[in-house]
């Protein structure tokens, strides 16, 4: 699958809204597109291990919605740029995923878009480990995924899971994934 059909496909089946800044714990992130060897590749980081709040985990760049953010692309753009120094002229945004709310309450708009060939990014923040990216057709493969089972505020929980080279891949990254593919697979 290559990146032009991606947002071909993206394109023919995105939901006309506007997402509007509300109250709460509003955040974005970046679902960033590029070509790795000529394949659609989807760019995710690594948290770092000394972060208090989801330490090591797998997600995409992105944070909290601050008060100067005039839109949720604009939050997207300044944490990925504050997280793994990404230049937001080197990215170009194709339009937002479905809201997803996440058991802890927080409101994420997925931001996605597509990055320029000549992108860059690096490592220099506390909060981010690793920069990796993995296929969308890895992604898009339903044997991929497996069943993780777990408990949850006491209850039992089972939720799908990526293992990749860096950890797990699950929660509300593994969701934004899916909606993701529902859009261009």
Same mark, same amino acid.
């Given at each position: 699958? +290559?990146? &032009?059909?991606?947002?071909?496909?993206?394109?023919?089946?995105?939901?006309?809204?506007? #997402?509007?800044?509300?109250? @709460? %714990?509003?955040?974005?992130?970046?679902?960033?597109?590029?070509?790795?060897?000529?394949?659609?590749?989807?760019?995710? *980081?690594?948290?770092?291990?000394?972060?208090?709040?989801? =330490?090591? %985990?797998? *997600?995409? =760049?992105?944070?909290?919605?601050?008060?100067?953010?005039?839109?949720?692309?604009?939050?997207?753009?300044?944490?990925?740029?504050?997280?793994?120094?990404?230049? #937001?002229?080197?990215?170009?945004?194709?339009?937002?995923?479905?809201?997803?709310?996440?058991?802890? @309450?927080?409101?994420?708009? =997925?931001?996605?878009?597509?990055?320029?060939? +000549?992108?860059?990014?690096?490592?220099?923040?506390?909060?981010?480990?690793?920069?990796?990216?993995?296929?969308?057709?890895?992604?898009?493969? &339903?044997? /991929?995924?497996? #069943?993780?089972?777990?408990?949850?505020?006491?209850?039992?929980?089972?939720?799908?899971?990526?293992?990749?080279?860096?950890?797990?891949?699950?929660? /509300?990254?593994?969701?934004?994934?899916? %909606?993701?593919?529902?859009?261009?697979?």
């Amino acid at each position: 699958m +290559n990146l &032009q059909h991606v947002i071909s496909r993206y394109s023919l089946s995105a939901a006309s809204h506007s #997402p509007v800044l509300g109250q @709460g %714990q509003e955040s974005a992130v970046l679902v960033p597109l590029l070509e790795v060897d000529g394949e659609a590749s989807v760019l995710f *980081c690594k948290r770092s291990a000394q972060l208090r709040s989801h =330490p090591s %985990q797998l *997600c995409f =760049p992105g944070g909290k919605v601050e008060q100067k953010d005039h839109s949720v692309i604009t939050t997207a753009l300044r944490e990925t740029q504050e997280e793994i120094a990404l230049d #937001p002229q080197q990215v170009n945004p194709v339009g937002v995923l479905p809201l997803h709310t996440t058991l802890t @309450g927080f409101r994420i708009t =997925p931001v996605l878009a597509v990055l320029d060939r +000549n992108a860059s990014w690096e490592t220099h923040s506390d909060e981010v480990e690793h920069v990796f990216t993995l296929p969308l057709s890895l992604l898009a493969q &339903q044997r /991929a995924w497996q #069943p993780v089972q777990t408990r949850l505020r006491g209850k039992a929980v089972t939720f799908n899971g990526l293992m990749t080279e860096y950890g797990l891949l699950w929660g /509300a990254t593994a969701k934004i994934i899916q %909606q993701l593919l529902i859009r261009v697979a």
